[in-house]
């Protein structure tokens, strides 16, 4: 089954600059690929995903680059807020075969004022 | 999100009792899950239900129960044989033909005292 590394667990960087979060997964049959962003004591919110037809995707300072031949993902926040800090998840699914989505174990950013 | 609802938003149980987690949701979406957060983790699969009357076991399964009779509601039982059932409990729910995108209710905390 499908299985996804998420690196690193924990990020800090001061406002203003950038973070890169990575991701890596295992099924090449994957295709859909979320992040979610999650702060605490809430529900995850989905900022921004990509499909495996598109090499990357943008959404005002995030974005979102696929590499399906080494197979891993990742997102780019620019200009980073305090408002930025939270708790990151990516995740892998097969859509073509409704594959549940795995997720990774999550990276904790603080943004520092 | 705002179409899914999980109540209450905190638990308490004592040992050996089982509870019911209500999760409710109208959109109209076909496949519903249900998650378990535990501190510091990413999230994992308890069960899913892709329509209803029909539901499958995820990747943590013992000690809880689901039913899908309405497509608007996938309640969790946690029951007494769940040796530590105290964590965040997340449901979601996705239309298929949108490509996968899963949204989160707001979870319930279920703490055994």
């Known amino acids: 089954g499908e299985n996804v590394e998420q690196h690193p667990s924990t990020l800090s960087v001061q406002e203003g600059d950038s973070a890169v979060i990575k991701c890596t997964y295992s099924?090449?049959?994957?295709?859909?690929f979320p992040w979610y962003k999650q702060e605490l004591g809430k529900r995850p919110q989905l900022i921004i995903d990509?499909?495996?037809?598109?090499g990357e995707k943008k959404d005002q300072r995030i974005a979102v680059t696929l590499n399906k031949t080494a197979k891993h993902f990742s997102l780019h926040i620019t200009e980073t807020q305090p408002e930025d800090s939270a708790v990151y998840f990516c995740?892998?699914?097969?859509?073509?075969?409704?594959?549940?989505?795995?997720f990774g174990k999550g990276t904790k950013l603080s943004v520092k004022p | 999100d705002g179409g899914i609802t999980q109540s209450p938003k905190y638990l308490f149980r004592k040992e050996g009792q089982n509870v019911t987690l209500s999760c409710e949701q109208n959109?109209?979406?076909?496949?519903m899950y249900w998650y378990r957060q535990d501190p510091g983790q990413g999230l994992r699969l308890i069960y899913y239900?892709?329509?209803?009357?029909?539901?499958q076991k995820g990747d943590i399964a013992e000690g809880y129960s689901v039913s899908r009779e309405k497509k608007e509601s996938f309640p969790l039982t946690v029951t007494s044989a769940q040796k530590n059932p105290t964590a965040f409990y997340l449901c979601?729910?996705?239309?298929?033909?949108?490509?996968?995108?899963?949204?989160f209710g707001p979870g319930t905390r279920l703490t055994v005292l």
């Open positions: 979601a729910s996705i239309s298929p033909g949108t490509g996968a995108t899963q949204y």
């Open positions: 239900s892709q329509i209803v009357n029909d539901f």
């Open positions: 099924d090449s049959a994957s295709n859909y």
């Open positions: 995740a892998a699914s097969n859509t073509g075969s409704q594959g549940n989505l795995i």
């Open positions: 990509i499909r495996s037809n598109v």
């Open positions: 959109l109209n979406h076909d496949a």
